[in-house]
C-alpha cells in the first residue's frame, strides 16, 4: 500500500463506503439502461463542439418522404378531430383499416418482419404530422411503435417469438398494449402488485410448464382494443420447477386477450381525450413458459428490459407530440394575432401581445430542435437514457407554457367549443402529456440528476464501484486511482469556470460561426460551472443528496438547459445557417441560460453547507444571474410569426394544413386574405376610412383592392367566429353520455 493510498485515500474510502446510500435493483437497473452520448460531454465541464456539429443532422430517406406525403397527409385528411371526439368517441372504422393497410403499427419493425423498418427521424416525423391533425390518433399510432411488445420483441424476444408476432404486429393483425401501472404501485416498481407463478398445467393433452397470472392494471393505452397484452408481473417459483431461487423479480409476458381469464374493454376517459385507454385485468390466467418475453433465460428481468427500450422511445414520442404541439400554436397565434383586431389594429402589435408570441416561436424553436438532434442521436446508435428524460419532462412542460401563451392570445375563440375551435382539444390533451411515461414531478426530481449524475459523470460511477467492491483491499486500489483522477478533473473545471465567470465567457471555446459564437460560448461557461456545483453538492451532501429533491430538480434543471440550448445552436448550424433565424436561436438560448442561472442560483441559495454556498458563488457568479431575453430580442422573434417568411415557414413546418372545413383552414385563408389585402388596408386607414364602399367610391382603392378588402373581411369573419349550438344539440349530448353510463 503506497503512503497516499495508506494517509489519505483510506481515510476518505471509509468515510464515504459508511454514508454511501443504498441502491435497489431497479434503481441500478434504470442506471444501467441505454448510454450516454453529448449529456455526458456536457457533465465534464469541457463541451467539444466537434463532437456536436459532427452528428448527422436527422434526415428522412426517399421512401420515409413518399410515406409522409403520402399515406400520412391522406390518413390526416380523413380526420375530422370533432367527429372523433364529440360524436363517435373513436377513430371511424375506415381509419382503423386504413392504419392496418399501411403499416402505421408497424413503423419501428424491420421489413424483414412486415414492418416498415423506419429510422426514429421518421417515427417522430409521422406522429409529428399526425398530431397537429388528430390527438387522438396520433396517440393510437405512437404507443404500438414505442415501449411496448414490438420494441421489446426486437430487442429481447426468441427468434421464435419474432417470427411469430412481428409480422401481426406490422400488419395490424394484432394490436398491442403494454401494462406496466399496478392499481397502487404507480412509478414505485418495487411495489408492483401483479403476480406470476411458475405451476403446470394440462394442456392440449400434455403436461404444461407454465406461468398462472393474476394482475390489474389500468391507464394503459389501446387496452380496450388490444389482441396482445404486454404485462409486467412480479415472478414467483415456490415449487423450484426452474431451480434456484424462489423470488425470481419483475418479468414481462405476452397475454393473448383472447386467454381465458382476462378481461379487457372497459375504457377510462383521460382528460376527454378519445384515445383508447382503460384497464386490463387477469384472474388466474394461464399462459405456457414460451410467453415470457425472451424465453426463461430473460425471467426477472423485466424492468432492466423496460428501461433499456424506454432509453429510447421516450426521446421520441411525447417529445414529437409536444414540438407539434409547439409549432402549432406558434403557427395559429402568430396567424389569429396577425387578422384579429382590436382598437383598430391588429392584437399583434401590442406589445403584452408580442411577448407571448415571441416565447412561442422561441420554444416552437428550441423544441423541434431538440427532438431532430435527440433522433439523431438514436438513429446513429445511441440509447441516451437520461437525454431522453430530459426530452420528456422540459418538451411536454414547454408544450403546457406554449399552449396556456395560444390560449390567452386566442381568449374566448379558444374558450368556446366546437368544430371552429382548433385550440380547446389540445388544451385538455396537456395533462396526459405530463402525466404519462414518468410523472413529470419524478422525472424532474429523481431521474434526471439522480440518474444522469451516476451515468454522465466521468468517475463518479468508478468511485461507486470501488466504494461496493465485497473486496476491500482492492475496492481501495480502485478507488484511490479513480478519486484522485477525480480531484484533478474538478480542480481544472473550477479554474476554468471562475475564469469564463469572472471574464464572461469571452475566452470559452466556441466555434467560428460568427453570428452565432458568443451563445456556444455561454453554453461553455454555464457547462464548466455546472462540472463544479454537482461535484461541490456531491461531496457537501454525499447519499443525502438524493433525500434533497428539490436541489436535484435545480441540478438537473441546469444539465437540461445546457442540453436545449446546445440543440438549438446545432439546429442553426445544420438547418443552413440562416442569418434571419438568428433572432429566433438567440432568443431560446438566452432563455435556457436565463433559466440555467436561476436554477444555479437556486441551488446556491439552499445548499445546507452555507460557507461553501458562499464561495461557489463568488467562484460562478460573480456579477449575478444572467436577465432574460431583452424586449427588443422578443418583439423581432414575434415579427416571425405575423408575416409570411422563410423563417416562419422553417418555423412550423411538417404541420398538416387542411383545405377545407372549419377550424384552421378558415384561420390560414384568413391570414392569407389579409396578407394580400395588407397595402389597401394601409391605405384606408391612412385615409380614417373603414367602409370599403366608401372607400372606392372616393377613390382611395381602386376595384381590385377592394375586391381583396371584403374577401379578408368575409374570411376574418369566418375565421374568429365560435361556435353556436342549439338547446338541444346539447341535450342530446348529455343525454347520450347518462345512456353510456348506464349501459
Keep these: 500500500m503506497t503512503w497516499r493510498q495508506r494517509r489519505l485515500s483510506k481515510p476518505l474510502y471509509e468515510r464515504m463506503a459508511a454514508v454511501m446510500p443504498r441502491m435497489s435493483a431497479t434503481e441500478r437497473e434504470a442506471i444501467e439502461a441505454g448510454d450516454t452520448w453529448w449529456d455526458a460531454v456536457l457533465f465534464s465541464g469541457r463541451p467539444h463542439w466537434a463532437t456536436l456539429l459532427s452528428l448527422p443532422s436527422a434526415q428522412l430517406s426517399a421512401e420515409e418522404r413518399a410515406f409522409l406525403e403520402g399515406p400520412v397527409n391522406h390518413l390526416c385528411a380523413m380526420l375530422d378531430d370533432w ?5 363517435r368517441r373513436d377513430l371511424p372504422e375506415a381509419v382503423w383499416r386504413f392504419l392496418r393497410e399501411h403499416r402505421f403499427f408497424g413503423m419501428i419493425i424491420p421489413k424483414a418482419y412486415g414492418g416498415l423498418g423506419f429510422s426514429a427521424y421518421a417515427h417522430s416525423e409521422v406522429v409529428r404530422r399526425v398530431s397537429s391533425r388528430s390527438g387522438p390518433t396520433a396517440v393510437t399510432v405512437m404507443v ?3 415501449l411496448g411488445p414490438g420494441e421489446l420483441l426486437m430487442l429481447f424476444g426468441t427468434e421464435a417469438q419474432r417470427d411469430d408476432w412481428l409480422p401481426r404486429l406490422a400488419d395490424g393483425r394484432a394490436i398491442p398494449c403494454f401494462g406496466l401501472t399496478s392499481e397502487t404501485a404507480g412509478s414505485d416498481a418495487a411495489g408492483m402488485t401483479d403476480t406470476a407463478v411458475v405451476c403446470r398445467e394440462h394442456r392440449d393433452g400434455r403436461d404444461t410448464l407454465g ?7 389500468r391507464y394503459i393505452t389501446l387496452g380496450p382494443v388490444a389482441s396482445v397484452l ?3 408481473v412480479r415472478l414467483s417459483d415456490p415449487q423450484g420447477l426452474l431451480g434456484g431461487a424462489s423470488e425470481r423479480g419483475i418479468t414481462l409476458v405476452l397475454v393473448p386477450a383472447d386467454t381465458p381469464g382476462v378481461r379487457t374493454g372497459a375504457r377510462h376517459l383521460p382528460a376527454m381525450q378519445m384515445f383508447q385507454n382503460g384497464p386490463i385485468e387477469g384472474k388466474d390466467v394461464f399462459v405456457p413458459m414460451d410467453a415470457v418475453i425472451g424465453g426463461e433465460e430473460h425471467i426477472g428481468d423485466g424492468w432492466r428490459m423496460l428501461m433499456t427500450a424506454l432509453a429510447a422511445g421516450r426521446g421520441i414520442s411525447l417529445p414529437s407530440l409536444s414540438a407539434a404541439a409547439g409549432a402549432y400554436t406558434a403557427h395559429v397565434s402568430g396567424a389569429y394575432a396577425r387578422i384579429r383586431e382590436q382598437f383598430g389594429l391588429p392584437i399583434g402589435r401590442f406589445e403584452g401581445v408580442q411577448e407571448k408570441l415571441g416565447m412561442l416561436a422561441a420554444r416552437a424553436y428550441m423544441l423541434d430542435a431538440a427532438r431532430r438532434m435527440t433522433c439523431a442521436a438514436i438513429d446513429a446508435g445511441h440509447r441516451p437514457s437520461v437525454m431522453s428524460a430530459i426530452m420528456k419532462y422540459h418538451a411536454t412542460e414547454h408544450m403546457r407554457a406554449s399552449v396556456n401563451d395560444a390560449m390567452d392570445i386566442h381568449g ?5 367549443d366546437g368544430p371552429a375551435n382548433y385550440l380547446g382539444v389540445l388544451y385538455r390533451a396537456v395533462p396526459v402529456g405530463i402525466t404519462v411515461e414518468g410523472a413529470n414531478i419524478l422525472t424532474r426530481n429523481l431521474i434526471i440528476f439522480g440518474q444522469g449524475a451516476i451515468r454522465c459523470h ?9 466504494l461496493a467492491d465485497p473486496d476491500k483491499a482492492r475496492g481501495l486500489r480502485r478507488f484511490d486511482s479513480v478519486f484522485w483522477r ?13 475564469g469564463h465567470a469572472w471574464t464572461g465567457g469571452v475566452f470559452a471555446p466556441a466555434p467560428a460561426l460568427a453570428d452565432v459564437r458568443p451563445y456556444f460560448r455561454e453554453i461553455a461557461r454555464r457547462s464548466a460551472a455546472f462540472a463544479v456545483i454537482a461535484d461541490a453538492c456531491l461531496a457537501a451532501l454525499g447519499g443525502a443528496l438524493k433525500r434533497k429533491e428539490m436541489l436535484s430538480a435545480r441540478l438537473g434543471d441546469m444539465l437540461s438547459e445546457l442540453y436545449l440550448a446546445s440543440a438549438v445552436l446545432k439546429r442553426w448550424h445544420d438547418e443552413g445557417r440562416h442569418h434571419e433565424d438568428v433572432p429566433l436561436a438567440a432568443m431560446a438560448v438566452t432563455a435556457c441560460m436565463a433559466r440555467f442561472d436561476a436554477a444555479l442560483d437556486g441551488v446556491l441559495a439552499n445548499l445546507p453547507a452555507r460557507p461553501l454556498a458562499w464561495t461557489l458563488r463568488v467562484m460562478l457568479m460573480p456579477w449575478g444571474p444572467q436577465r432574460g431575453p431583452s424586449d427588443a430580442l422578443v418583439r423581432r422573434c414575434s415579427q416571425i410569426l405575423l408575416a409570411p417568411s422563410a423563417s416562419r415557414d422553417r418555423l412550423v413546418s411538417g404541420l398538416y394544413h387542411p383545405s377545407h372545413g372549419p377550424g384552421l383552414a378558415e384561420l390560414e385563408r384568413a391570414f392569407a386574405a389579409v396578407i394580400a389585402a395588407e397595402g ?5 386607414r391612412e385615409a380614417r376610412q373603414e367602409d370599403v364602399e366608401a372607400a372606392l367610391a372616393s377613390g382611395v382603392v381602386t376595384a381590385q383592392e377592394a375586391g381583396l378588402l371584403r374577401a379578408a373581411h368575409a374570411a376574418v369573419a369566418a375565421a374568429v367566429r365560435v361556435d353556436v349550438f342549439a338547446p338541444g344539440e346539447l341535450a342530446g349530448a348529455a343525454s347520450d353520455d347518462q345512456d353510456g353510463k348506464n349501459t
Design 83 to 87: 367527429d372523433v371526439q364529440w360524436r
Design 144 to 146: 404500438p411503435n414505442s
Design 211 to 217: 406461468l398462472r397470472l393474476n394482475f390489474r392494471k
Design 230 to 232: 404486454g404485462v409486467a
Design 412 to 416: 374566448g375563440k379558444a374558450v368556446i
Design 458 to 466: 466521468p468517475f463518479l460511477r468508478d468511485e461507486m464501484a470501488a
Design 486 to 498: 477525480h480531484a484533478l478533473h474538478t480542480a481544472g473545471n473550477a479554474l476554468r469556470a471562475i
Design 680 to 684: 389597401a388596408q394601409a391605405r384606408l
